[in-house]
C-alpha cells in the first residue's frame, strides 16, 4: 500500500488519501524517531537522512528510489552472498535474521510465475 506507517508499538496504518498519510505522520512524529514509511517500508530512524522530511516518502516516486538505494546498498555489501544482502534491507546488524529474509523474498521470487 503507498501510504503505510508502520510503528513496532502498533498496527500499521493504511491512509486512504495522500493528504490523511501526511496528518498521521505527522502525530507519529511527535512521539516515534522509528516509522517505516510506504511500500517500501523506508525506515526513519536508520534511512531518513536520505530524504529532507519523512513525509517525502509518502511521495511514490521518492519511496521507491529511496528504497531501492537502500536495497543496491545492502545487496552490494554482501558480494556473492544474494540472501544476506537483500536481508541487509530488512536487517543490517543482525545476520541470521537477514539471512532469513533474503532467503524469504528469495523463495517468493523463484515461486513467482514465468513472465516476471
Keep these: 500500500h503507498p501510504y503505510t506507517l508502520r510503528v513496532a508499538d502498533q498496527p500499521g496504518f493504511y491512509a ?33 537522512h536520505r530524504v529532507n522530511s519523512p513525509h517525502d516518502l509518502l511521495d511514490i516516486k521518492t519511496c521507491i528510489f529511496t528504497g531501492a538505494e537502500i536495497l543496491r546498498e545492502a545487496i552490494d555489501s554482501a558480494p556473492g552472498d544474494l540472501a544476506l544482502g537483500i536481508g541487509r534491507y530488512y536487517n543490517w546488524n543482525d545476520e541470521a535474521a537477514a539471512r532469513n529474509y533474503g532467503n524469504r523474498v528469495l523463495s517468493f521470487y523463484q515461486n513467482l510465475p514465468l513472465g516476471w
Design 16 to 48: 486512504s488519501t495522500l493528504e490523511e498519510a501526511h496528518e498521521h505522520l505527522s502525530t507519529l512524529l511527535e512521539s516515534h524517531r522509528s516509522i517505516d514509511i510506504c511500500l517500501m517500508q523506508v525506515n526513519t530512524r536508520w534511512n531518513g
